[in-house]
């Protein structure tokens, strides 16, 4: 399985989810799985929510999958409060990941 990484910045929000959700899409679109590397990224909102739900639908309508790495306490309480921790494969480390997914 082919994998490649997008690292985030401190904020997933409304005024760089568009540039984000085109970082994962041009993953996506080479046939390859994305880990997001969210270690720098200490705030996500609702419209970042929305961006990590649509690029894990893209990637499972293409057999792909959508991991995320590093994610902080901050962002972690926000997706268990919206559910969104039980939709993706969360690891510490981006070599975890890779360990895991790749076995």
């Given at each position: 399985m082919n994998i490649e990484s997008y690292k985030l910045g401190e904020e997933l929000d409304s005024f760089n989810y568009q540039e984000v959700q085109d970082g994962i899409l041009a993953i996506l679109e080479k046939g390859c799985s994305a880990v997001l590397?969210?270690?720098?990224c200490t705030y996500v909102s609702s419209t970042g929510l929305?961006?990590?739900l649509?690029?894990?639908?893209v990637a499972a309508s293409k057999g792909l999958k959508v991991y995320l790495v590093g994610v902080s306490a901050e962002v972690n309480d926000v997706m268990v409060v919206t559910g969104f921790n039980g939709f993706f494969d969360s690891f510490n480390t981006i070599e975890e990941?890779?360990?895991e997914v790749k076995g």
């Open positions: 590397d969210m270690t720098a929305r961006v990590l649509y690029t894990k639908k990941c890779l360990e």
